[in-house]
């Protein structure tokens, strides 16, 4: 009984969970499109990661969330940080150094996973957004594709048929459920039946002939 339980609570966990990703990358889409940029959570952007060049904290594929604002020069050597290159790429590194010319701060950043530290020093004027740790793997690919030419219809059309599979396989466990029921309580009815008729019959006696 806790097996069947156990597998019916996880089989609920991993079909909401599915429901909710999709719909959180339905509105990041949406909220993409409408807004001109990047989609933006409460002053939070999130931005897709392409490259490998961070892992194994950041994994190719995924979803982060970055904040963006407040004064660019304040960042210590360690943080990660995005910022705009000299070619317009917009690049999550982590700094390596931090370099103060006169009023001027520079930070000379390196992906995890490069071997050398990035080619150019980024100026904290380049500076976009701070990486505050909360990345989702692998839904960065499904964000992506969403903006290709069908993906966004593809993606409502899986949306809709988990939610129509989900809708039936509820439907059919309730009827499910409400068929033992009403079995179950005809098998006890019929028992108390034969039960009282038992007693009443022991308690039956044929007339005596006059």
Known sequence: MKTRVLKKWISNF??????????????????????????????????????????????????????????????KKGEIITFKTNDDLIVTHRIVDKIKNGNQVSYRTKGDNNQTSDLNLVSSNNVLAEYKHFTIPFIGYIATFSKSKNGMAIILFLLGLVLLIGSIIFVWNTLAKDNKRRIANEMNLEDRLKKNGGIQNKNFSLPKKL
């Open 14 to 75: 991993i079909t909401t969970s599915l429901c909710v990703l999709l719909l959180i990358m339905i509105c990041a889409v949406i909220l993409s499109k409408t807004s001109g940029g990047k989609p933006n959570f409460f002053g939070y952007q999130l931005l897709t990661v392409q490259s490998g060049s961070m892992e194994p904290a950041i994994k190719t594929g995924s979803i982060i969330a970055v904040k963006p604002g407040g004064d660019m020069a304040r960042f």
